[in-house]
């Protein structure tokens, strides 16, 4: 589906990276301010500038407000659950790792940046004659997998038949940012522009679906913040190989915007439930508060051919309309304008409601 194309270069604006586990509420581990990506940017800028979206298929929201609280609300949410489980190669074998939390290094070949490490985490009880659910959760800025585990919290009332893969970025030197830990995220998304971990993310897929026992028809992927972006644009790019993704405080959705104008064409069907908040405060460079959720629904809006931006049905979860499904999409397409409360950090129902949303296909 063609777009149109706004670009508009907004100032860089470098923040540090995340620095471990901080207080928040309730004693959860909260992620710094830079985990979004080491700046705000868009094409020719940073992995996240200010800039408009395109209007990308039902429509946009405008007049700088937050636009999920105009919606219809019309019908119910999508059934999604069906099919049999696949089986991998490594159905049958034994598991090459303990149960619980290991790292673990792949070859990921010199187009993804040789060798590459994430954190594995395998039931106590595996099966290997049982397919199972993958989950991959990227990190953000200058964490690594082992960190986001527990800020993610997905491992909470984890099911017997459920995997979890934290990818580990590179520390690299990108240009105008300086070093960072963090992700390429495609062809459109100068300065962090890269097909490396694309490739990685292949790779560790393989060996998992090689080695242990997965349902290649139900793996799905996370993120937050820069891991955010990279859970996007492996539902775009990677799109033929994760079923469903849950993107939480991610960036404009610069990394779709092709240099000769328009928008990428996504591989697959990638089901996508955007989540951002409502006074985000790690971008700072927004025309008005959510504005990049917004540019990331419409793209996911247009991308799934919905019947449009204003016609959605209320999930029931946080305050009226705060979690939509939109209505007559090839896939379930989801969007969570969430609570001010929580800024860039993600909101309280995001494990569990995202767990639930994966276990539904």
């Not at 799109?239 to 928008?263: C, H, K, L, M, Q």
């Amino acid at each position: 589906m063609l777009r149109s194309l706004v670009v508009v270069l907004g100032a860089l604006l470098v923040t540090v990276g995340c620095g471990g586990a901080g207080g928040g509420s309730g004693g959860e581990t909260t992620c710094e301010t830079a985990c979004s990506g080491a700046s705000e940017g868009s094409s020719g800028g940073s992995p996240t500038t200010g800039g408009t979206g395109g209007n990308t298929g039902g429509g946009t929201s405008s007049g700088g407000e937050a636009s999920t609280s105009g919606v219809e609300s019309t019908g119910s949410p999508t059934s999604s659950t069906g099919g049999d489980p696949a089986m991998s190669a490594g159905c049958g074998k034994p598991p090459l790792h303990a149960a619980g939390g290991v790292q673990v290094e792949i070859d990921a070949g010199p187009e993804g940046d040789g060798l590459r490490g994430f954190y594995l985490s395998v039931p106590a009880n595996y099966d290997p004659n049982r397919p199972h659910r993958l989950i991959v959760g990227y990190p953000g800025t200058n964490w690594v997998g082992e960190q986001i585990q527990p800020y993610l919290g997905m491992e909470a009332g984890a099911l017997d038949d459920e995997i979890f893969v934290y990818p580990d970025p590179l520390w690299r030197d990108f240009p105008d940012w300086g070093n960072y830990g963090g992700w390429v995220l495609g062809p459109n998304a100068y300065p962090a522009d890269g097909e490396q971990d694309l490739v990685f993310t292949g790779a560790l897929l393989d060996y998992m679906e090689d080695n242990y026992c997965i349902d290649p028809t139900r793996v799905f992927a996370t993120g937050h913040s820069w891991g955010g972006d990279m859970a996007m644009v492996v539902s775009c790019f990677l799109g033929e190989r994760f079923r469903a993704s849950v993107p939480v405080a991610a960036n404009r959705p610069y990394w779709f915007e092709e240099d000769g104008g328009g928008w990428t064409q996504c591989l697959g069907a990638t089901a996508v439930w955007t989540m951002f908040g409502a006074e985000d405060d790690h971008f700072t460079s927004q025309d008005y508060s959510g504005q990049y959720g917004d540019e990331c629904r419409d793209f996911w809006i247009g991308e799934r051919d919905c019947a449009g931006v204003d016609v959605a049905v209320d999930l029931g979860i946080g305050a009226a309309m705060e979690c939509v499904e939109y209505t007559g999409c090839d896939q379930p397409t989801r969007y969570c304008l969430y609570d001010p409360q929580y800024g860039h950090q993600r909101p309280d129902y995001f494990p569990a409601e995202s767990m639930k949303f994966f276990r539904s296909f």
